[in-house]
């Protein structure tokens, strides 16, 4: 006997095993039919003839409910006929087309055999609506749910009944009242009369049957969800668990509702919505099983069953069955096409001769009639209770077996393998004895050829190290390596030992390294060596640092790094030393271009040490005014001094600076001596003292004490008066050509910014064209216009460090990489204008009114009815920035408040015009 004819054999057995069982234990039922509601019974002795199905023309009282009292009374008169078994909906009495939704009550006149009377008989209902009362001659024997005349009076339940009773006499008057408004499928099936013993028979065995097809598919469920946690590899076993749980879990709310008999009392909404829900699952869980078996299966039928499963899973969930059956049809058609398009795939398997292919097609077979039964017993076409239980019974049956043969080939093929294994066994056992002598001479050459390796890296004067994927410090590494990290690295983590300290760097590091070792394209790890860092510091060592990539190593099964480190801590050493000797010189080297400005800068701040800070502190102004005014003042001259290139006095200031302006953020209510804390006179001295020390020391101590011949302003004066009362008129021209000896260009005072704009440029990474001065040879008085000239350095400080872009923003914005920063002078009449120009971003308008708003300037309605020229005005306010954190360069608010107050000194304006992607123009206007 083939396999298949086995299969076909065993599959038989079991069917006609069903078959039998259910004859057996059901009796047979008699053909007899009741006529306008009168059964004529007494030919029958239920003893011998067993149970008899009380079919055929019931009265009916439609949207009536009558007890045996209202009959007894002979009130009623309006009859009408009802045929049992048969479904409400559509069917039409006396013109009238009944509802699936509604009341009633049925009554039936039942004439017994003679020997039938003082029996103990049993009266049975599998489906009677959804609530129902039955009496029997005129007492109440059964009944399920709460019948009512309206939704709100019924509460519905399904639920088998039995019905035991001893009649009297020869007749018995059953009266059944019925109600239905939550089932669309109002199917009335046939109602049973029996002896009593005979009718309990009948309800046990269906209820036995019903446990045993639960039982068995519920077992075999759990062992395929064990199979799936032993071997997660094999999905077919997770899928096929979970469809024959969702069947099991099915099967105890259909059929004797074995759930209902432990829980009477449950609510309709579970027990309806449990048995919709398990229908819904089953496709999509029995479609992903063949698709683990037959990977053909189509992805796009699944992701639909998925889909459609979820929605109704969904709305049976949130919504009554009143309103997810009525889609019952549209689900029957949607869940054939499903069926119809599996057992194509099948016979197409089958025809292919596809392993397992035939057992798969007769048991999807069998599942597929089971489901259409189940589908026609629901709408109340058939009437086969086991169908769907017993089609997936016979289907897990099939698996079993198909398990089974799966199994016996896998304990043949593992004693194949075990014999195999058995006389390799023996042939390595003798190889061995020769690889062993191998492995010893080699690992003798490996450890010779280690040692040899080790012995060049000792020598090189580097430290050579390598680490593979687990970032492990690899056994081989030069002596130079334990003097750097002073210990043994073997084993450590590598980037726990080049970035102790820097956290930053190590994950960039860590990030960099995992895509070289999960890559193999030689472009891209070339891409990324290129990114590592190149230079570190160890145990105050700075490392240069180079990355080789060894792919061929035999002691490796992956590519693995190799860190070369050479110390240069020396040449930084003397980099930083020529970098500081070239700081100096560049300072020298100002000091000599620009003595006359530097004298009166350092005469400038010596007063603002000695008189200024004490005159203000003593003053009548509050605390604030003052903090604002030497915080400027301080703000100015670090400017100024960086100008020069004294850069240890302009750090020192940022410090005082930033210190005064922490000082101010912290404290509501700013007193003088929380001022005088920060700001001392022997901090302010000592500020510029290392910087005139230096330019002392190599230009010598009495640099600043010139020889020149100084006519002092008062001098001066009492001269012009001499000269005016001698000789009149003429004197004034004298004087003034006198007074022009001391004039200088005002080129030459703005100057000077050329470098300051290259040094600050070059410290932002930006690149900017030299600085140029166009315009008229202008002479003015040094002295009278210093103040303002060196006021004019927050300009110069913005335009570089808010104005100019980088590099690439100006090359992505179609503009030269290269800034230009420019200034024009012109002689208007009595007046001197001067314009400051940068070709960079220009001032964000947008911004600048946020900015306005947050501070609390103006509010939007105000500043709506302002101009661009009035709005641009606010960035002269003190205090008034666009930045959120304030640094070297600027943030406080404070440079163009202190221009404008030097420009309005000298009777003068100062406006700002600017243009998005253009630049900004500063320009000033000032008596000449």
Not at 31 to 46: E, M, R, V
Not at 128 to 151: C, F, P, Q, R
Request: aromatic share 10%.
């Amino acid at each position: 006997m083939n396999k298949k004819t086995f299969i076909i054999a065993i599959s038989l057995l079991l069917v006609i095993l069903t078959l039998w069982l259910k004859l057996s234990f059901t009796n047979k039922t008699s053909t007899i039919t009741a006529k306008n509601g009168y059964l004529d019974l007494s030919q029958y002795d239920l003893l011998e003839n067993n149970i008899i199905k009380l079919d055929g023309e019931w009265e009916l009282y439609y949207n009536k409910l009558y007890t045996p009292e209202d009959f007894q009374s002979n009130s009623i008169n309006s009859i009408q006929y009802f045929k049992i078994p048969s479904n409400l909906k559509g069917t039409i009495i006396n013109g009238t087309k009944l509802s699936h939704y509604g009341f009633m009550t049925l009554r039936l006149k039942v004439k017994l055999n003679s020997n039938d009377v003082n029996r103990f008989l049993g009266i049975k209902t599998q489906d009677m609506l959804t609530a129902s009362k039955i009496w029997v001659n005129g007492d109440l024997t059964d009944y399920h749910g709460v019948v009512g005349k309206n939704e709100e009076e019924y509460r519905p339940i399904f639920k088998p009944t039995v019905s035991i009773f001893q009649p009297k006499s020869q007749y018995i008057d059953i009266v059944i009242q019925a109600a239905n408004f939550r089932e669309p499928a109002s199917m009335i099936k046939s109602i049973y009369l029996g002896t009593k013993n005979e009718v309990l028979v009948e309800e046990n065995v269906q209820l036995g049957i019903d446990l045993f097809l639960f039982g068995s598919i519920l077992i075999m469920s759990l062992y395929h969800l064990a199979l799936f946690s032993i071997r997660r590899k094999d999905k077919s076993t997770l899928y096929f668990g979970l469809f024959s749980l969702v069947i099991a879990v099915r099967s105890l709310f259909m059929g004797e509702r074995i759930v209902v008999q432990v829980f009477p009392n449950m609510p309709f909404e579970v027990l309806s919505k449990t048995a919709a829900i398990s229908y819904y699952l089953a496709l999509p869980l029995f479609l992903m099983f063949f698709k683990e078996l037959f990977n053909e299966i189509s992805d796009k039928v699944i992701y639909i069953s998925k889909y459609v499963a979820i929605i109704m899973t969904l709305l049976c969930l949130v919504t009554t069955n009143k309103i997810y059956d009525k889609l019952a049809i549209p689900s029957q058609i949607y869940s054939l096409l499903i069926c119809l398009y599996i057992l194509y795939k099948l016979i197409k398997f089958l025809m292919e001769k596809r392993e397992n292919s035939f057992e798969m097609f007769l048991g999807a077979l069998i599942v597929m009639i089971a489901f259409l039964c189940d589908i026609l017993d629901y709408d109340g076409y058939l009437s086969i209770r086991f169908a769907m239980p017993v089609g997936v019974f016979l289907f897990i049956f099939i698996q079993s077996y198909i398990l089974a043969k799966y199994f016996t080939r896998a304990l043949t093929l593992s004693e194949s393998l075990a014999n195999e294994n058995a006389k390799m066994y023996s042939e390595i056992k003798e190889m061995n004895v020769e690889l062993e002598d191998k492995v010893k001479e080699r690992t003798m050459k490996l450890s010779n050829s280690r040692k040899a390796l080790k012995n060049l890296l000792d020598n090189a004067g580097q430290g050579f190290l390598t680490f593979g994927k687990d970032y492990r410090v690899g056994a081989v590494f030069s002596i130079q390596c334990v003097d750097i990290f002073n210990g043994d690295i073997q084993d450590r983590r590598i980037q726990d030992l080049l970035f102790k300290n820097n956290p930053e760097d190590k994950v960039i590091f860590e990030s960099i390294t995992e895509e070289i070792f999960n890559t193999d394209d030689s472009y891209k790890i070339k891409i990324l060596m290129e990114l590592l860092p190149e230079e570190i510091e160890i145990n105050n060592r700075n490392l240069f640092v180079e990355y080789k990539i060894i792919t061929d190593a035999e002691a490796y099964d992956d590519k693995i790094i190799m860190i070369i480190l050479t110390d240069i801590s020396e040449k930084r050493q003397l980099e930083n030393k020529i970098e500081r000797e070239k700081e100096v010189l560049e300072m020298v080297v100002n000091s000599i271009i620009y003595y006359e400005d530097l004298r009166e800068l350092i005469n400038s701040y010596n007063r603002f040490c000695n008189s200024y800070l004490d005159n203000i502190l003593n003053s009548n102004l509050n605390a604030e005014t003052i903090s604002y005014e030497i915080l400027t003042k301080t703000h100015t001259f670090r400017g100024n001094f960086a100008q020069i290139n004294m850069l240890k006095t302009a750090n020192k200031l940022c410090i005082i600076e930033d210190n005064l302006s922490d000082l101010m953020r912290i404290h509501d209510e700013l007193s003088k001596d929380d001022i005088r804390s920060v700001v001392n006179k022997d901090k302010i001295e000592n500020a510029i003292k290392e910087d005139l020390e230096t330019i002392t020391a190599i230009l010598g101590k009495d640099y600043f004490n010139d020889e020149k011949v100084i006519v002092l302003k008062t001098k001066l004066t009492e001269i012009e008066q001499a000269m005016k009362e001698n000789f009149g008129e003429e004197a004034e021209e004298i004087v003034s050509m006198i007074k022009r000896l001391t004039y200088i260009p005002l080129k030459r005072l703005l100057f000077p910014y050329g470098k300051y704009i290259e040094r600050i440029g070059a410290n932002l990474q930006k690149q900017i064209y030299p600085f140029e001065i166009h315009g008229e040879d202008i002479n003015v008085d040094p002295n009278k216009y210093h103040d303002l000239i060196r006021a004019m350095v927050h300009i110069f400080r913005n335009m570089v460090d808010h104005g100019i872009e980088s590099a690439q923003d100006r090359i992505e914005r179609g503009k030269d990489e290269y800034g230009k920063i420019s200034c024009s002078l012109k002689k208007e009449g009595k007046h001197i204008k001067i314009e400051i120009h940068d070709d960079g971003c220009g001032i964000d308008l947008e911004v600048l009114k946020k900015k306005i708003v947050e501070k609390g300037l103006l509010s939007l309605t105000e500043l709506e009815k302002l101009s661009d020229k009035e709005i641009l005005d606010y960035i002269f306010v003190k205090g008034f920035t666009t930045r959120d954190k304030c640094t070297e360069l600027s943030g406080k608010g404070l440079g163009l408040y202190h221009l404008k107050k030097q420009v309005k000194k000298y009777g003068g304006i100062i406006e700002v015009q600017t243009k998005a992607d253009k630049g900004t123009t500063f320009i000033i206007i000032i008596e000449g």
